[in-house]
Nanobody, 119 residues
Framework: VQLVVSGGGLVQTGGSLRLSCAASGSIFSINVMGWYRQAPGKQRELVADITGSGGTNYADSVKGRFTISRDNAKNTVYLQMNSLKPEDTAVYYC??????????????WGQGTQVIVSS
């Protein structure tokens, strides 16, 4: 199983970015998919996650600005980030709970992508 992240980059305060994370491999089903971030000197924190049926959960710091969505047919999760602030600067990681044809649900991580919001 592989999670491939795309998106990220440098944006000014108030700007927008969209992250994508596509899962591939011998996937039987995917439960929760989510986005985490880690800023320098801080612990990794949950940004948002979404269940297979579309239920969402957001960190208080991003509510109203970020939107998580997924395309189950493509095994892909997205994070639309609007009204970005300098404090959103971090490395963003994708996470998914995946059941393969050989294993029960396990958590997989994608590679991190840097998001830098300039003031």
């Amino acid at each position: 199983v592989q999670l491939v992240v795309s998106g990220g980059g440098l944006v000014q305060t108030g700007g927008s970015l969209r992250l994508s994370c596509a899962a591939s491999g011998s996937i039987f089903s995917i439960n929760v998919m989510g986005w985490y971030r880690q800023a320098p000197g801080k612990q990794r924190e949950l940004v948002a996650d979404i269940t297979g049926s579309g239920g969402t959960n957001y960190a208080d710091s991003v509510k109203g600005r970020f939107t998580i969505s997924r395309d189950n047919a493509k095994n892909t999760v997205y994070l639309q980030m609007n009204s970005l602030k300098p404090e959103d600067t971090a490395v963003y990681y994708c996470n998914a709970e995946i059941e393969t044809i050989a294993t029960l649900y396990s958590k997989y991580w994608g590679q991190g992508t840097q998001v830098i919001v300039s003031s």
